[in-house]
Each structure stands twice: as structure tokens, then as C-alpha cells.
């Protein structure tokens, strides 16, 4: 009598870039990877990271065809390193649909204009991300997707720099005001149609029971600026990777406190609604 095929039979089966692409790119709103393709590639061990599986379901679900993409806050340069390894997770082969809002596209010309800039650029990638201080100017004259993960509020401050204009370093109030002149920046780079990414998490202090919620803030900030909210996503932020000492003390601080940690971010994507 033959056995029976079981789950894991079936996967050595599939062809190796399609079970891999499918990894890559999520099916629901819960951007949780729970074994990374892109970890951080500047070497450093602190905040301000955002996996490149992250930028990968960005890119999919909301950039289209010849796009100008624009990454104004690049730090060491993921979103390049991620479109560079687009045969990875962007392949018709692997059975996925064209991440496009209009039928017709072919993924096989799924071409992106890709530009990279920051206010202190970084990593690997130093060399190809232009400095710009985004409350001065933008980095393109038109940008039709724009991603950016801003510094979080309070938590790497001077990690970056000791600039009294970089995001990393000013106080909730300085940091909210910066964020609605970018979002209005934003909003004169780009044409009815274009599209916006931001992505944040709330902001608990666990020492205070202070509570900042920011996505809150940014969907206020945002279509004050003209823009509406088209989609929500939610990916973790993997504060509980690593268990430790250090971990269980925070872990059981915030129960005691009742002021959980701050675990998921919102992926808030914005357009420009065309006039009617």
C-alpha cells in the first residue's frame, strides 16, 4: 500500500522560486516574516530598521509600471537592495498576479524608476543615495510612489546625527510639525494618482504610561495635505526576537505598568485623489 503524501512531500515538490516567492509576498494585511530575506545590510544593532521583505510587499502591492519610486528617508539604501533582487519575488513564473490597480500590465515589463536620498545617507549604498534635508527640498522634480519609514520619535535620538533638523532628534511637537511640512512636500512632487507610503508605529513609554499614537497623527497630517488613506497594513516590528534577561524584564515591566510595547507598525499608503 503507498503512504500517504504528507504536507511536507508536497513542498519538496514545488518549484524552489515560486515556494520562495510566495514567502516573500504576503496574501493578507499581516506583514510578520518570521525568518527574514532582507535583514539589515548596514551593520549596525539598534532602532531604525525595517526588513526588506517589508519594502518587497510596498513595491508589489502598491507601485505600478514605470513608477518613478522615491525613497526619501533611505537610510543605508534596503529598497535598492530589494529591487535589485527583484528575479527573487517579482517573477510571473511564481504564479502571482501583477501588483498593478490597472488590468493589462505585464510583469514582465514591470519596470521602476528607483530614487534614493536621505539626510545622511549611509551603508552599503552610500555612494548612489543623494543628501537632501527633505524640510529644505525633495530629491526629484516628480516622484509617482514615495516610501518612508520616519525616524521613531523619541527613541534614536542622536543615532543618526546631531542635526537639530534631522527627525531623529526633535520632541513629539517638533516632529509632528516636520512630518505635515513633508507631507505637503510630498504632495507638490506628485500628480493625481500618486501614491505614498508611510510607515509607523505607535509610541508608549513604559516609564511614564505616556502614549503617542502616532499613525493616528500621520493619517491627520496626510490628508490635511490633500491626500486619502487607500490602504492599512500591519507589520511587525519583532521586539520579541531576541529573549533575555533584558527582554523579560521589559516584557514584564510593560504588563506591570499596563503600557504594552509598541510590537506592530501601521503601514499607512495614501493617493491623490484624481479631481472629478
Same mark, same amino acid.
Given at each position: 500500500m503507498r503512504a500517504t503524501m504528507t504536507e511536507a512531500d508536497v513542498r519538496t515538490l514545488l518549484p524552489a522560486r515560486s515556494s520562495?516567492?510566495?514567502?516573500?509576498i504576503k496574501p493578507t494585511d499581516s506583514w510578520n516574516f518570521s525568518t527574514l530575506r532582507w535583514p539589515r545590510i548596514d551593520g549596525y544593532d539598534g532602532h531604525g530598521y525595517v526588513p526588506g521583505d517589508l519594502y518587497a510587499n510596498c513595491l508589489w502591492y502598491y507601485a505600478h509600471h514605470g513608477d518613478t519610486v522615491v525613497d526619501p528617508m533611505a537610510g543605508s539604501g534596503m529598497l535598492l537592495r530589494v529591487w535589485?533582487?527583484?528575479? @527573487?519575488?517579482?517573477?510571473?513564473?511564481a504564479g502571482l498576479e501583477s501588483p498593478t490597480f490597472e488590468a493589462g500590465d505585464d510583469r514582465c515589463e514591470w519596470n521602476l524608476e528607483?530614487?534614493?536620498?536621505?539626510?545622511?545617507?549611509?551603508?552599503?549604498?552610500r555612494?548612489?543615495?543623494?543628501?537632501? @534635508?527633505?524640510?529644505?527640498?525633495?530629491p526629484t522634480e516628480r516622484a509617482d510612489y514615495i516610501i518612508i519609514d520616519p525616524p521613531y520619535c523619541?527613541?534614536?535620538s542622536g543615532q543618526y546625527s546631531a542635526l537639530t533638523s534631522d527627525l531623529a532628534n526633535m520632541d513629539i511637537a517638533a516632529w509632528t510639525n516636520a512630518l505635515g511640512r513633508i507631507? +505637503?512636500?510630498?504632495?507638490?512632487?506628485?500628480?493625481?494618482?500618486?501614491?505614498?507610503?508611510?510607515i509607523v508605529p505607535n509610541n508608549r513609554d513604559i516609564t511614564t504610561g505616556e502614549r503617542e +499614537? +502616532?499613525?493616528?497623527?500621520?493619517?491627520?497630517l496626510f490628508q490635511e495635505a490633500g491626500y486619502r488613506l487607500y490602504d492599512v497594513t500591519y507589520a511587525s516590528r519583532r521586539t520579541q526576537r531576541t529573549q533575555g534577561r533584558r527582554m523579560g524584564i521589559l516584557n514584564n515591566r510593560a504588563?506591570?505598568?499596563?503600557?504594552?510595547l509598541a510590537d506592530v507598525a501601521e503601514v499607512l499608503t495614501f493617493h491623490l485623489p484624481f479631481q472629478t
Open positions: 520562495h516567492s510566495l514567502s516573500v535589485e533582487d527583484r528575479s @527573487d519575488w517579482a517573477d510571473l513564473s528607483i530614487v534614493l536620498s536621505d539626510l545622511c545617507p549611509r551603508g552599503p549604498y555612494e548612489q543615495i543623494l543628501t537632501c @534635508d527633505l524640510l529644505e527640498g525633495f523619541g527613541l534614536v507631507a +505637503l512636500r510630498f504632495r507638490a512632487a506628485q500628480s493625481p494618482g500618486g501614491r505614498c507610503t508611510v +499614537l +502616532l499613525p493616528e497623527t500621520v493619517r491627520r504588563k506591570r505598568e499596563r503600557t504594552p
